[in-house]
């Protein structure tokens, strides 16, 4: 071990250098830490014979198509709405979902009037790559993109995150040229780190040591876009608190509405469907937050 200085100066570099050195191994552990948590923190569900569902199935005419993001190429839904410059919406879905999962939600919003579009993120249905923050925050950027492409004269543009979605669109959010006219949060979370204990993933002690790349509370904070919160008070698995928290974090126009008795996946299910996007829908065709439901 190296001789400790016997000037106060030299003493006082030592020590200065040693603290640097251990805040640098801290910093490296932490980061390590956290790769290894966010290699199990993605459950991607892939396609199969079994995930055959399109919206053209349903009755409304889709384009399945691929997009580049970064190296990988992602696969798209766009479902247009029957009038060329109806109200449009981009959804960024949840965890253990794919495509196919939204075929049924994507033909509900075609028949009130909405284009749709919904895409799968690195290694979730038959998109390249696997999943991360970082490669989920090119998707989101990319999968925005195609979607001003695809809907060149909508009357309003909104954007859905959903479950896992609401951390990927706010993410990005502040960086969406042109912002959308408004914002939905579906089942969403306060943060990454609080959906990791909740769901079981990591215990709450080693929540704490990890990085928090998804903060939802602060990126609404942020925000002045009109906001409309969904979450049923019987959610399962990102329980209800989530949502007061995050309308009470809103710097725009909000509003929550609860529901009553519907599952975390409801958005996707289709007998329970209609109630689950009626508070949607209305906000979707009008542009405007009031209206029966809000809590």
């Known amino acids: 071990m190296a001789n400790l200085p016997k ?21 490296a552990a932490r980061h390590a830490l956290f790769l290894a948590v966010e290699r199990d923190a993605f459950e991607p569900k892939p396609a199969g014979a ?10 409304a005419p ?3 198509f691929a997009f580049a993001s970064g190296e990988r190429m992602l696969r798209a839904s766009c479902v247009p709405a029957p009038g060329a410059n109806a109200p449009a919406v981009l959804i960024y879905h949840g965890d253990e979902e794919n495509l196919s999962d939204w075929a049924s939600a994507q033909a509900l919003l075609y028949r009130n009037g909405i284009a749709s579009c919904v895409f799968d993120y690195s290694g979730y249905g038959v998109s390249d790559g696997k999943p991360g923050v970082r490669r989920l925050r090119e998707d989101a950027m990319a999968a925005y993109q195609q979607f001003l492409l695809a809907t060149p004269r909508a009357a309003r543009r909104y954007a859905m995150g959903f479950s896992l979605g609401s951390g990927v669109l706010l993410d990005v959010l502040p960086a969406l040229r042109p912002a959308p006219d408004g914002l939905v949060i579906a089942a969403g979370f306060t943060s990454a780190r609080e959906a990791a204990v909740v769901t079981g993933r990591v215990p709450a002690w080693l929540a704490r040591l990890l990085p928090d790349p998804w903060d939802n509370e602060a990126q609404l904070s942020k925000s002045r876009l009109p906001l409309l919160l969904v979450h049923s008070r019987a959610d399962e698995v990102i329980p209800f608190a989530h949502a007061e928290r995050l309308e009470r974090a809103a710097g725009g126009p909000k509003r929550l509405v609860a529901l009553a008795a519907l599952p975390h996946d409801a958005a996707i299910e289709p007998e329970r469907q209609d109630a689950f996007w009626a508070p949607i829908l209305a906000y979707l065709r009008t542009g405007h937050l009031d209206g029966p439901g809000a809590r």
């Open 7 to 27: 000037d106060g100066a030299g003493k006082v570099r030592f020590w200065l250098a040693g603290g640097a050195c251990l805040l640098l191994l801290a910093a």
């Open 62 to 64: 889709s384009r399945q």
């Open 50 to 59: 079994a995930d055959a569902a399109t919206p053209d199935r349903l009755g």
